[in-house]
């Protein structure tokens, strides 16, 4: 297993390094949209109100679900397209350790980059931070419950292939589970929206309550779950079709 | 060591159904180059494939090294790896040694083993002054090769190879044909699909012939040649020939270009057609200089196995 995680290592340093390009524009756009974000709020808003710290903390946090939710089906696609998707399959590690050893590879690496961000949108917002330390493991959860759901859209890709329009859409439709608001005990079911509240809070500096904890560890869970089951599913499916490399 | 029994494979889309592979049967030993043979659609992707658990056939069974790759495919794949069609197996925006590292890493290879299997395959396959180069920048040949290193560095027993000489220039051919057969001669067990019949001709130890997802024929390629080289004959003539002969003769084969003489090429099914076209021959009394028997490469016996399968 350390064997193949010091590979991929080595992949995602590789592709980081003949990429940098784009991370560097990924990151300016975000950075941009932002901007934009908190120029409406100091023209037509409080810049300094609970709002605005709400909308920054949401802009975060979709930010860097996002890129869990739908990194694998990228990762799949341009596997597909190169034709290396048969060696993972060939993996006696099997797909599902090596494409989740590439994902939390990329969570582990993408996490100080994605604070980073977060402490420059603050201080362009001219918010302090203190931040409560239990923010990071709802960050965390939050970025493995997005994988769980990237194993279903992953599953998806595997079978549809051409899954780009799909993923896209994704990405908005999280924007909009971050502002669900419905009881405590509900939101386990929907995804990110308790994760995103208890990290508002703690981005103030205080401790969610304990229900957060709870909701938000089991929703991971059971999204973790689900998602493993649907990729599993489908990429047997695609195996009994003969369509595993038909992109 | 690789035993396919009886294995079928049907895919069906959009109301179509293509029985891909209709129960193959074969056993591979190790030290040998087993090659699959067969026109395009014969069913040798998916043969191969299925043996990888790249596709789930239908039924049958595929053991390796006693192990049912179906029932344990995990413990199945440590015994193999493969390098399938195309300009794949490789990662286009790695460099060569970042390739070794993240495939041999899936493989669940390692520090010292590692770096020591990385020298070997590099050497063998003559890619070590590249070890630093961008695959994507790697010619075709080179692409190749690093393909045939990465699934060289597991060490497995069994290596599948398919279409390794597929658009690569004579050259690079030769040094992959030159590798193949050292792979055999260290004892490993290379199962080979390819159209290309040279490879064939110079690498297998056996030939299996596929054609619409079934076995034609398994057999050495001497024994082939031998079939067929015995029951294709030269008769070249002396002087012209009637026409009323030739469209007699025309049931047995054709007449070919032979300088300025009359040749005709003879190709007999069986042995009671040997005795009719010397029975007419006999008959007819035409004045001939030359009777050879003639020795079909290996392509013209592949097309005739083909052929002979479809008539």
């Not at chain 1, 037509?44 to 710290?53: C, K, V, Y």
Request: net charge positive; glycine share 8%; hydrophobic share 45%.
């Amino acid at each position: 297993m350390i064997y193949l995680i010091r590979g991929t290592f080595t992949r995602v340093i590789g592709e980081m390094k003949r990429y940098l390009l784009n991370l560097f524009s990924s990151i300016i756009i975000f950075l941009i949209i932002f901007l934009l974000i908190a120029l409406g709020f100091k023209n037509f808003g409080q810049a300094q109100s609970l709002s605005f710290r709400n909308t920054a903390v949401g802009y975060f946090v979709w930010m860097s679900v996002m890129i869990n939710l739908t990194d694998l089906s990228w990762t799949i696609m341009n596997d597909m397209q190169r034709g290396i998707i048969e060696q993972v399959f060939i993996s006696p590690f099997g797909p599902l350790v090596v494409y989740t050893t590439y994902e939390i590879l990329m969570l582990i690496i993408e996490l100080p980059i994605v604070y980073g961000m977060m402490v420059l949108i603050f201080s362009i917002a001219g918010m302090s931070i203190s931040v409560h330390p239990s923010f990071f493991y709802f960050l965390i959860i939050a970025m493995l419950q997005s994988l769980g759901i990237g194993y279903i859209l992953a599953g998806v890709t595997l079978k549809y292939k051409r899954t780009q329009a799909l993923l896209n859409l994704a990405q908005f439709a999280l924007i909009g589970l971050l502002f669900v608001n419905t009881n405590k005990w509900v939101m386990t079911l929907v995804p990110i929206a308790p994760h995103f509240r208890a990290m508002s809070t703690a981005s103030g500096g205080t401790l969610p309550s304990w229900e957060y904890f709870v909701v938000s560890t089991i929703g991971t869970v059971i999204y973790i779950a689900i998602g493993i089951f649907i990729f599993s599913m489908f990429a047997k499916s695609t195996l009994k079709k003969g369509e595993l490399s038909m992109y | 060591m690789l035993r396919v029994s009886n294995l079928k494979k049907t895919y069906r889309s959009k109301g179509k159904v293509i029985e891909a592979v209709k129960g193959i049967s074969f056993s591979a030993e190790l030290g040998e180059v087993f090659a699959m043979l067969g026109p395009n659609g014969a069913g040798k992707s998916t043969t191969i494939k299925s043996i990888l658990g790249l596709v789930l056939p239908d039924s049958g069974s595929i053991n390796v090294n006693g192990i049912d790759i179906m029932k344990n495919k995990r413990k199945a794949l440590r015994y193999m790896s493969a390098v399938l069609e195309g300009n794949r197996n490789v990662h286009w925006r790695l460099s060569v040694r970042e390739n070794m590292i993240y495939f041999g890493g899936m493989r669940g290879l390692g520090g010292k083993e590692l770096k020591r299997r990385m020298e070997e395959v590099a050497e063998l396959l003559g890619i070590s002054d590249r070890m630093d180069q961008l695959a994507g920048k790697l010619s075709r040949g080179y692409q190749q090769r690093l393909a045939i290193a990465i699934a060289l560095l597991p060490d497995t027993p069994v290596v599948l190879l398919d279409e390794p000489t597929l658009g690569l220039d004579i050259e690079s051919s030769l040094e992959i044909r030159k590798v193949i057969k050292e792979l055999a001669k260290g004892g490993k067990l290379v199962l080979l699909s390819t159209h290309d019949m040279k490879l064939v001709e110079h690498t297998a130890s056996r030939v299996m012939v596929i054609n619409k997802g079934k076995v034609i024929t398994l057999k050495r390629p001497s024994e082939l040649k031998e079939m067929f080289k015995s029951r294709s004959y030269k008769i070249v003539f002396d002087g012209s020939v009637s026409e009323a002969l030739k469209e007699k003769l025309s049931r047995f084969g054709k007449f070919i270009e032979d300088g300025e003489k009359n040749a005709f090429v003879a190709n007999l099914r069986s042995a009671d057609e040997i005795y009719d076209l010397f029975e007419l021959l006999r008959e007819e009394k035409p004045a001939i200089s030359s009777i050879e028997s003639e020795e079909m490469d290996f392509e013209e016996i592949f097309m005739k196995i083909v052929r002979g399968d479809e008539s």
